[in-house]
Nanobody, 117 residues
Framework: QVQLVESGGGLVQAGGSLRLSCAAS????????MGWFRQTPGKEREFVIA????????YDAAFVKGRFTISRDNAKNTVFLQMNSLKPEDTAVYYCAADPSTGFAYWGQGTQVTVSS
């Protein structure tokens, strides 16, 4: 069973930066597409960004607009989300997810990101 644990969330002022980490255990991390999603109360969970197993490709949502970067370290079973130029509307719980080629089947517990204006 794959377990994902996010860390790095917190409170930051608008315009600031945060780096989230997601450590994976179990499964074969290096074969998974890894992604980040976010959710705010009363809204559906939305896709943020994802990265291919070999880091050759990334995919991001339109609202990212170059502000966020995803990376991974397969030797350490960890994926990162670097978020720059944060806006109050980026406030959400951020979730890490793993796709073993059948869809995002494994999820972390989430980490809160709060951006103050």
């Amino acid at each position: 069973q794959v377990q994902l644990v996010e860390s790095g969330g917190g409170l930051v002022q608008a315009g600031g930066s945060l780096r989230l980490s997601c450590a994976a255990s179990g499964g074969t991390f290096s074969s998974y597409v890894m992604g980040w999603f976010r959710q705010t109360p009363g809204k559906e969970r939305e896709f943020v960004i994802a990265i291919s197993p070999d880091s050759s490709r990334t995919y991001d949502a339109a609202f990212v607009k170059g502000r966020f970067t995803i990376s991974r370290d397969n030797a350490k079973n960890t994926v990162f989300l670097q978020m720059n130029s944060l806006k109050p509307e980026d406030t959400a719980v951020y979730y890490c997810a793993a796709d073993p080629s059948t869809g995002f089947a494994y999820w972390g517990q989430g980490t809160q990101v709060t951006v103050s204006s």
